[in-house]
């Protein structure tokens, strides 16, 4: 059973408008949650996490959301850039010091 | 960026030979871990290491190997390649602190022909 799903395998928008991406969970002891984008031939790279006793953190343009209840996590960029085009995963760590990611979303950002 | 390098970065190799991937990291980072990226399939853990010789298993650990007899060093095995394990190989490094965060190398291709 995939412990982390991330339902949508692509996404457009517009430059300068909202990219949202979702990730949901099965899970309600994971302790951290965190997003990745990754670049073609290129090692993924750490964007943002969120612990779970907090219900929303942001940074600059990226803010991660985070709803227990529901078991969703969801990552905000505004305004989406070109440059922020790349797959980004969604990951949960659980316990020992594993993480376990999501398929991915492409995102793409139209100028 | 954290340092970390994977050695080959590409390799073609064909099936029923050994293959060694190497991961080295001058973070000094306790934890290290292998994983591969297939379509559809998002990444996969192969297998971890929590300390020097101290090793486990990730989801899809048959058919490969791993050994860390130093800190900085953490090899993967194929010890028979096979065309299924045709695929990109990332090892990433953390510290186990914060959000658990982890950083990745730029990644192997490896093609099993």
């Known amino acids: 059973d995939q412990q982390v799903k991330q339902n949508s395998p692509s996404l457009s928008v517009q430059e300068g408008r909202i990219s949202i991406l979702n990730c949901d969970y099965t899970?309600?002891?994971?302790?951290?949650f965190l997003w990745y984008k990754k670049y073609p031939a290129e090692g993924p790279t750490f964007l943002i996490s969120i612990s779970s006793i907090k219900d929303k953190n942001e940074d600059g343009r990226f803010t991660v959301f985070l709803n227990k209840s529901a078991k969703h996590l969801s990552l905000h960029i505004v305004p989406s850039q070109p440059g922020d085009s790349a797959v980004y995963f969604c990951a949960v760590h659980g316990s020992n010091y594993k993480l376990t990611f999501g398929k991915g979303t492409l995102l793409t950002v139209n100028p | 960026d954290a340092g970390i390098t994977q050695s080959p970065r590409h390799k073609v190799t064909e099936t029923g030979t050994p293959v060694t991937l190497r991961c080295h990291q001058t973070?000094?980072?306790?934890?290290m871990y292998w994983y591969r990226q297939d379509p559809g399939h998002g990444l996969r853990l192969i297998h971890y290491?929590?300390?020097?010789?101290?090793?486990d298993k990730g989801e899809v650990s048959d058919g490969y190997s791993v050994s860390r007899s130093k800190t900085e060093d953490f090899l993967l095995t194929l010890e028979s390649a096979t065309s299924s394990q045709t695929s990109v190989y990332f090892c990433?490094?953390?510290?186990?602190?914060?959000?658990?965060?982890?950083?990745f190398g730029p990644g192997t291709r490896l093609t099993v022909t």
């Open positions: 290491s929590y300390g020097v010789k101290d090793t």
């Open positions: 973070e000094n980072h306790r934890y």
């Open positions: 990433a490094i953390s510290s186990g602190t914060g959000a658990y965060e982890q950083y």
């Open positions: 899970n309600s002891m994971f302790d951290y």
